[in-house]
């Protein structure tokens, strides 16, 4: 169970039109050159988690429900302040809290939050465990009554609303146990599982199914990229998170991971990693991460003795 200490990070985010708000958010108007589509991050506190919004002519799609319920609260502000218009729906990309926490917030300005079906068998079970970790240290911004989106189904499939129609890609494990990518005239959100600037969220040990992700994604052929943490970018995005990923494999492979994880052997992928990419933001997510990789090969090894 991940238990964070308190610290402070840089936020970042790309694009031109930006508001920046000194210790709390930035919000980007216009992303990627195109003027439906904008940005909001949230504040370090609640780690600089990116969420967008799609404007159509009579309406908005959001992209994701935030981490704390203010700043869910901030983000479709913004966005109904920004373009004038009524956010409608918002889509919940897989089970993690910076994904779903807002989930209720949201219901109460009048939006529909969906998800698919295998993401919302996830989110009791995480929001649990979550809260156990979370709660004393974001009290009283942080959500008690369960925020659990309706489903849209198991399969992927086109939601519309406020004129604008995007394609929900449903699929498998990744930085969680389920994912939803949504696609729009070229855009692709896929949440973690793309990190641009930060270190990915391997807490489930399962980076040989991201890696199909990837490829899933790749084969959509997207133009941009609109990570769930760091600077929206090209199709390349995609090429980095894989390649990033694999570093990651072989680092741990590099050990022979046999039993338990080892310290002193983690602590070697850690320093090699770190110094493969140097400056990239939340080197906390490598103290779960590596053990989860470690343990996922170990198993292997044993399983083919």
């Given at each position: ?11 970042l ?14 919000v ?15 504040s370090?506190?609640?780690?600089s ?13 959001l ?11 901030e983000?479709?502000s913004?966005?109904?302040?920004v373009?004038?218009?009524?956010a ?9 809290p ?11 300005r009048?939006?529909?939050v ?56 449903v699929?498998g ?14 855009h692709l ?15 489930i ?30 199709a390349?995005l ?23 994880p080892?310290?002193?052997a ?21 103290g ?11 198993r292997?090894a044993?399983?083919?003795?």
């Amino acid at each position: 169970m991940l238990r964070i200490a308190p610290f402070v990070l840089l936020a970042l985010v790309a694009g031109c039109a930006s508001v920046q708000r000194p210790a709390r958010a930035q919000v980007t108007l216009t992303t990627a050159g195109d003027p439906r589509v904008g940005t909001y991050v949230s504040s370090p506190w609640s780690f600089s988690t990116s969420s967008y919004w799609i404007e159509g002519p009579e309406g908005l799609i959001l992209i994701d429900a935030q981490f704390l319920p203010s700043e869910a609260e901030e983000f479709v502000s913004w966005a109904e302040q920004v373009t004038g218009k009524k956010a409608v729906m918002a889509i919940v990309l897989h089970p993690n809290p910076d994904k779903f926490n807002g989930t209720n917030m949201l219901r109460k300005r009048g939006i529909q939050v969906v998800t698919s079906e295998q993401v919302r068998t996830h989110i009791p079970h995480v929001h649990k465990i979550r809260t156990e970790s979370f709660f004393d240290r974001y009290k009283p911004d942080y959500p008690t009554e369960l925020p659990l989106p309706d489903s849209f189904g198991s399969a992927t499939t086109e939601l519309s609303a406020g004129g604008v129609t995007v394609k929900a890609h449903v699929m498998g494990p990744g930085c969680s146990e389920g994912h939803v990518v949504v696609e729009f005239e070229g855009h692709l959100f896929p949440g973690d599982l793309v990190a641009n600037d930060s270190h990915s969220w391997l807490e489930i040990g399962k980076p040989d199914e991201w890696l199909r992700r990837v490829d899933e994604m790749k084969a959509l052929k997207p133009k941009y990229v609109h990570p769930g943490r760091g600077p929206s970018g090209g199709a390349g995005l995609l090429d980095m998170e894989r390649a990033y990923l694999e570093r990651v494999i072989a680092e741990v492979a590099a050990e022979k991971p046999q039993g338990a994880p080892n310290k002193e052997a983690l602590e070697r992928i850690r320093s090699r990693i770190l110094a493969a990419y140097p400056g990239m933001r939340f080197e906390v997510f490598l103290g779960i991460g590596l053990p989860a990789e470690w343990e996922r090969q170990a198993r292997a090894a044993s399983s083919a003795q």
